[in-house]
């Protein structure tokens, strides 16, 4: 129900926009965030936006990602950069019905199939 697209390689200082598109099920009132992950490494919250708009970040993407989303198409954009190989995962979309945008990846009942971005150096 919830599909990423926008993944792939790009040089470190470069910009990349990874998407996902909600469907099964109106997700305008849930919280909508990304979370990644590299190998042998646990899932880290990475940013959410809430049904308000209001939005929260990780403080090693604070200033160089934006989340954003558009309830009438039912998706949520991470706009990327100034990316560094340390930004180097597989990241994933996420909804919570709840709403409550939380950091923790259990709050989150909707999970992606996830999407590679590599920042070469």
């Known amino acids: 129900q919830l599909q990423a697209c926008g993944g792939g390689l790009v040089q470190a200082g470069g910009s990349l926009r990874i998407s996902c598109a909600a469907s099964g099920r109106d997700f305008r009132s849930s919280a909508l965030g990304w979370f990644r992950q590299v190998p042998g490494k646990k899932r880290d919250f990475v940013a959410v936006i809430l049904e308000s708009g209001i939005t929260a970040y990780t403080d090693s993407v604070r200033g160089r990602f934006t989340i954003s989303r558009d309830n009438a198409k039912n998706t949520v954009t991470l706009q990327m950069n100034s990316l560094s190989p340390e930004d180097t995962a597989v990241y994933y979309c996420?909804?919570?019905?709840?709403?409550?945008?939380?950091?923790?990846?259990?709050?989150?009942?909707?999970w992606g199939q996830g999407t590679q971005v590599t920042v070469s150096s």
């Open positions: 996420v909804a919570d019905i709840h709403d409550y945008g939380s950091r923790r990846g259990e709050e989150y009942e909707y």
